[in-house]
């Protein structure tokens, strides 16, 4: 299974990405999806899941109204939506795969993207 992101870029705050992540091989419509981030200096956090119908959708509070995960199972994709973005924003973005209906935590995702630079400038 590979995952590949992509949409990352620089951007000035206040303004939007959409980020990507296309999975290949393996059963993307039975994977639970995650996005997480890691700003320079610091460990990796969990951003948003997505369960495996879409049905359960989970933030981290610093982002919470501010992106929207989806999927599209027939693209074999998962989208983070990040808007009103902010410089502490600013970061390699992840996508992770996780062989469970829901997200179990970022302990139990099988499988990693590269990731994706965000930088946002003030």
């Known amino acids: 299974v590979q995952l590949q992101a992509s949409g990352g870029g620089l951007v000035q705050a206040g303004g939007s990405l959409r980020l990507s992540c296309a999975v290949s091989?393996?059963?993307?419509?039975?994977?639970?999806m995650a996005w997480f981030r890691q700003a320079p200096g610091k460990e990796r956090d969990f951003v948003a899941a997505?369960?495996?119908?879409?049905?359960?959708?989970s933030y981290t509070s610093s982002v919470k109204g501010r992106a929207t995960i989806s999927r599209n199972n027939a693209e074999r994709t998962v989208y983070l939506q990040m808007n009103s973005l902010k410089p502490e924003d600013t970061a390699v973005y992840y996508c992770a795969a996780q062989r469970r209906t829901y997200y179990e935590g970022h302990r139990a995702m099988d499988y990693w993207g590269k990731g994706t630079l965000v930088t946002v400038s003030s």
């Open positions: 997505i369960s495996v119908g879409a049905s359960s959708v």
């Open positions: 091989g393996g059963t993307f419509s039975s994977y639970a």
